[in-house]
């Protein structure tokens, strides 16, 4: 089994940063495709950004510029930095991974972590 747990969400005032953090941990031989999208209320879950094992990325246009990620393969963790948070930025931010195990590939979700960005 693998487990993805994010922290670092939190409150902030608009124009503020956050680094999110994801770490897999369980049985895992490597980890491939690792990214972070979000559900604000009332809307679908959208896709922020993904970054491949060998550091290669692709990120939603509108926030490009703001939002960066990046990764450490060694502490098979991913991490979001999150720079001149808006109001529209709040949601709750989700981590997925694309596993490979002894039971081939997999894609495993974190719980999520809530971002709430207002003065």
């Known amino acids: 089994q693998v487990q993805l747990v994010e922290s670092g969400g939190g409150f902030v005032q608009p124009g503020g940063s956050l680094r999110l953090s994801c770490a897999a941990s369980?049985?895992?031989?490597?980890?491939?495709?690792m990214g972070w999208h979000r559900q604000a209320p009332g809307k679908e879950r959208e896709l922020i950004a993904a970054?491949?094992?060998?550091?290669?990325?692709n990120a939603a246009d509108s926030l490009k510029g703001r939002f960066t990620i990046s990764r450490d393969n060694a502490k098979n963790t991913v991490y979001l930095q999150m720079n001149s948070l808006k109001p529209e930025d709040t949601a709750v931010y989700y981590c997925?991974?694309?596993?490979?195990?002894?039971?081939?590939?997999?894609?495993?979700w974190g719980k999520g972590t809530l971002v709430t960005v207002s003065s």
């Open positions: 369980g049985s895992i031989s490597s980890i491939n495709t």
């Open positions: 970054i491949t094992r060998g550091g290669s990325t």
């Open positions: 997925n991974a694309e596993v490979s195990t002894a039971n081939g590939i997999m894609d495993y």
